[in-house]
């Protein structure tokens, strides 16, 4: 478990795979990531099997934390987000950091710059202590 000042972000397991997806290209917030609805000409929306295969297991399970790992944002006891990063089809080296909320409700207030803080603090001292 990782503490910000307003969120606490826990690791994701595979049981939140479902939910990430639909926060993330079934919601109201799609819109900010993908493009205007209906048709997200910006980004198309991936299949459920498409997130699946892009967003591996590991990612929700930490067995390879050099390749990829989401944590759930929560904030007052309620989920309301994910900040993940993934290294595997990047060059060497190279991570693609991520994040996003489940509802606009969610967005705007610091949640996700509070999440980030710590969060980074959480890989340099993983990844110095592995390197």
């Given at each position: 478990?990782?503490?910000?000042?307003?969120?606490?972000?826990?690791p994701?397991?595979?049981?939140?795979?479902?939910?990430?997806?639909?926060?993330?290209?079934?919601s109201?917030?799609?819109?900010?990531?993908?493009?205007?609805?209906p048709?997200?000409?910006?980004t198309?929306?991936?299949?459920?099997?498409?997130?699946?295969?892009?967003?591996?297991?590991?990612?929700?399970?930490?067995?390879?934390?050099?390749?990829?790992?989401?944590?759930?944002?929560?904030h007052?006891g309620?989920?309301v987000?994910?900040?993940?990063y993934?290294s595997y089809?990047?060059?060497?080296?190279?991570?693609?950091?991520d994040?996003?909320m489940?509802s606009?409700?969610?967005c705007?207030?610091?949640l996700?710059?509070?999440?980030?803080?710590?969060?980074?603090?959480?890989?340099?001292?993983?990844?110095?202590?592995?390197?």
């Amino acid at each position: 478990m990782i503490r910000g000042r307003k969120v606490i972000l826990v690791p994701a397991t595979l049981g939140d795979k479902p939910r990430v997806y639909a926060w993330c290209f079934n919601s109201e917030t799609t819109k900010s990531h993908a493009g205007p609805p209906p048709d997200y000409p910006h980004t198309p929306i991936p299949s459920f099997e498409e997130f699946y295969s892009d967003y591996v297991d590991y990612c929700f399970t930490g067995a390879q934390p050099q390749n990829g790992r989401g944590f759930i944002i929560q904030h007052g006891g309620e989920s309301v987000g994910l900040i993940s990063y993934c290294s595997y089809h990047m060059k060497p080296n190279k991570s693609e950091f991520d994040i996003w909320m489940n509802s606009e409700t969610h967005c705007g207030k610091g949640l996700g710059s509070d999440a980030l803080c710590p969060w980074g603090n959480f890989l340099i001292e993983t990844w110095a202590s592995a390197n």
